[in-house]
T-cell receptor
Framework: GQSLEQPSEVTAVEGAIVQINCTYQ??????LSWYQQHDGGAPTFLSY????GLEETGRFSSFLSRSDSYGYLLLQELQMKDSASYFC???????????????FGSGTQLTVLP | GAGVSQSPSNKVTEKGKDVELRCDPI?????LYWYRQSLGQGLEFLIY????????KSGLPSDRFSAERTGGSVSTLTIQRTQQEDSAVYLC?????????????FGPGTRLTVT
């Protein structure tokens, strides 16, 4: 089966940098995605790592180490609007062995304080 | 362009009734996914459709749950004989194809409340 672990809550102040870690155990692995979800809203895609290393998209960066089964999302220059839940999701083969669907973590609630 | 749409946005039903939830994916997206999310929890995978292939139903929690996708576009998730534990937000997502499953576009969800 698949399991992902990420912290349940993180708090930081505006302008700071925060890192949200994700460790995973999966029977198959094709990559790690990150999604943001504001209260009452739909998840929106942030970033994807299919290979080891760092991917940068504006203020957000994501890192993957496949040998350590570990990744993180780095948010820089935090803004109040970044307060949301952040989910890591493993792209895995699924029961058919080829479906490549996503298995989501339980999410990290980020609170940005003024 | 239009995103993923779902209807209804809210559904309140009595225990034991059947419900149908609808999802209209982004035009041209061949992959479609259903998830459910309980309050404060992550997304639980339910079912996945890819083109005309047989769906991956491995996430359906019981045989009361079923889904179909007509014409490779609109999908309907049906829950028969609803139970209180079925109360959750049901989210639909689509991606361009199976290879793009890492980037899914989600609809606003249907909030189901079983009383």
């Amino acid at each position: 089966g698949q399991s992902l672990e990420q912290p349940s809550e993180v708090t930081a102040v505006e302008g700071a940098i925060v890192q949200i870690n994700c460790t995973y155990q999966t029977s198959g692995f094709y990559g790690l995605s990150w999604y943001q979800q504001h209260d009452g809203g739909a998840p929106t895609f942030l970033s994807y790592n299919g290979l080891d290393g760092l991917e940068e998209t504006g203020r957000f960066s994501s890192f993957l180490s496949r040998s350590d089964s570990y990744g993180y999302l780095l948010l820089q220059e935090l803004q109040m609007k970044d307060s949301a839940s952040y989910f890591c999701a493993v792209r895995d083969p699924g029961s058919s062995g080829s479906a490549r669907q996503l298995t989501f973590g339980s999410g990290t609630q980020l609170t940005v304080l003024p | 362009g239009a995103g993923v749409s779902q209807s209804p946005s809210n559904k309140v039903t009595e225990k034991g009734k059947d419900v149908e939830l609808r999802c209209d994916p982004i035009s041209g997206h061949t992959a479609l996914y259903w998830y459910r999310q309980s309050l404060g929890q992550g997304l639980e995978f339910l079912i996945y459709f890819q083109g005309n292939s047989a769906p991956d139903k491995s996430g359906l929690p019981s045989d009361r749950f079923s889904a179909e996708r007509t014409g490779g576009s609109v999908s309907t998730l049906t829950i028969q004989r609803t139970q209180q534990e079925d109360s959750a937000v049901y989210l639909c997502a689509s991606s361009l194809d199976r290879g793009s499953s890492y980037e899914q576009y989600f609809g606003p969800g249907t909030r189901l409340t079983v009383t």
